[in-house]
């Protein structure tokens, strides 16, 4: 649903006092983003009274006063549920939030004292902070944008390794015996792409991260819709491009091309045009360790998604022109998440694996002067860090709850500070437990760096 005039003319005017800040918070599937965001709504709403936000300096002086909920400036966008998380967490026992599905946002007015007051020292100013949320699975469909289908469905079959072509290898039989030039038979489309659909579910249960096409996981409202029915062709691997150009329109090949063109134009390009490229900030969070725990394939996989992805987002430092009228971002925050389930020595190296982890895309954007902030945090902490006897010796370990409902005193090992080679792979010394919540105690909720990220993606504008 479109804005009203008068919301647009509001919305221009607030951004050209520089009192309005649209902030994304992007991640792959399990990265986090539901439970940042909650967190995030909880320690604004609560700061100046129990939020612990003592690495933020507006919140350290007293200045940050809290935040409140307001009307959106979209009526079409669904709002983010902060009260169903909330809820997840309060309950017996606490569970995570339910992960994004769709597209949501929430509209928040911080209010705080500037630094520099005059005679009044009892002035305020708000600032109105749009909150963005949207499925990860999603944000992998941003580079079809710069492809041709050939050249995708070339790419998909040759980027799978071993484990994730055994994921693939029910669907490849069938589809590797389709002849590109045949005329098209829709129903054994419909079940061929149905077969690729499931294929990346057991990919996506299996630790990867880097799937095409991302409405496949979650289509929502294109369920069913021919729009989904299309898929790699392996037969087309070799081809010559002029001699697949020639195809009838009724052909295997030109029916599939052109479904992909239709979900290029009609499905990822309006979720760019009408959300993704009206962010002014954004924070990239990344499940390193559940990634390293994996192994190393999805590890890579990872790599090769976060790098792709990177190239898609816009950046660049805007006057107040472009700031009105063409934004882009430009300030950006990346956060290895869940840092809690790992002990705190260990935080150090996390942060610099996740560098390394995005070496090319960071030296891009530092080439550019994009100012860039990377970090471990926890949005929501699970467990407490311990020392425990071994040997003589104080080693450091985590008490939590798994997600089974055990309490386990665990060590999960050292984090690499750079990217793992042969012989981490070969230890397997790392083992990742995944916690769940612990019950609250007070009304804000207990995080890791929350405060470091907010500072980075808000701070400056709460002086």
């Known amino acids: 649903m479109r804005q009203t005039l008068t919301q647009e003319l509001g919305n221009l005017i607030e951004r050209g006092r520089d009192r ?22 909880n320690q604004l709403r609560h700061a100046g009274l129990e939020a612990r936000l003592d690495l933020m300096p507006a919140a350290r002086e007293g200045r940050l006063l809290g935040a409140r909920r307001v009307s959106q400036p979209d009526l079409g966008v669904p709002r983010f549920p902060y009260d169903q998380g909330m809820a997840a967490l309060d309950a017996e026992p606490p569970h995570w ?24 020292r009892s002035e305020t100013a708000e600032l109105s902070l749009d909150l963005f949320d949207y499925p990860g699975e999603w944000l992998l469909d941003l580079p079809l944008l710069d492809q041709e289908y050939p050249g995708w469905s070339r790419n998909m079959l040759a980027g799978a390794g071993e484990q994730r ?6 669907w490849e039989s069938v589809a590797a015996k389709l002849d590109p030039a045949a005329e098209a038979n829709e129903a054994e489309l419909a079940a061929i792409a149905m077969l690729y659909a499931r294929s990346l579910q057991a990919a996506r249960e299996a630790g990867f991260a880097n799937l095409q096409p991302g409405r496949f996981l979650l289509p929502g409202d294109l369920e069913g819709a021919p729009v989904l029915q299309f898929f790699p062709l392996p037969a087309i ?9 020639k195809l009838p329109r009724e052909s295997v090949y ?30 990239v969070l990344v499940d390193v360790l559940g990634a390293l725990s994996a192994g190393p394939e999805r ?7 976060l790098a792709t992805l990177m190239q898609s987002f816009d950046y660049g430092k805007r006057s107040l022109l472009s700031r009105l009228f063409a934004p882009r971002i430009d300030r950006l925050a990346l956060a290895a998440t869940k840092a809690d389930h790992v002990t705190p020595e260990q935080h150090a190296n996390l942060t610099a694996l996740l560098e390394a982890l995005l070496a090319e895309p960071l030296q891009d954007l530092r080439y550019a002067n994009i100012p860039v902030k990377a970090l471990s945090l926890a949005s929501i902490r699970a467990t407490e860090a311990h020392q425990v006897d071994h040997q003589g010796q104080r080693t450091p370990a985590l008490r ?13 090992g050292e984090v690499p500070a750079k990217l793992p080679g042969h012989e981490f792979w070969a230890r397997q010394g790392f083992d990742f437990r995944a916690f769940r919540p612990a019950p609250r105690e007070g009304s804000v909720l207990p995080h890791i760096r929350l405060d470091v990220a907010l500072d980075w993606l808000i701070g400056d504008k709460l002086k």
Do not use: M
């Open 20 to 41: 309005q800040l649209r902030l994304a918070v992007t991640g792959l599937s399990r990265a986090g983003k539901t439970a940042f965001l909650t967190s995030l709504v």
């Open 97 to 120: 939030p339910d992960p994004t599905r769709s597209i949501s946002e929430l509209r928040l007015s911080v209010r705080y004292h500037p630094a520099r007051r005059g005679l009044l």
């Open 165 to 170: 072509r055994a994921l693939l290898a029910e």
């Open 237 to 245: 691997a070799d081809a010559d491009p002029a001699t697949l150009a």
């Open 254 to 283: 030109a029916t599939l091309a052109a479904r992909f063109r239709h979900y290029q134009q009609h499905v990822v390009r309006p979720f760019y045009r009408d959300h993704f490229r009206r962010f002014d900030r954004q924070i």
């Open 299 to 305: 590890f890579e996989d990872l790599s090769r998604a």
């Open 400 to 412: 939590g709850t798994t997600l089974a409902g055990e309490t386990v005193l665990v060590f999960p």
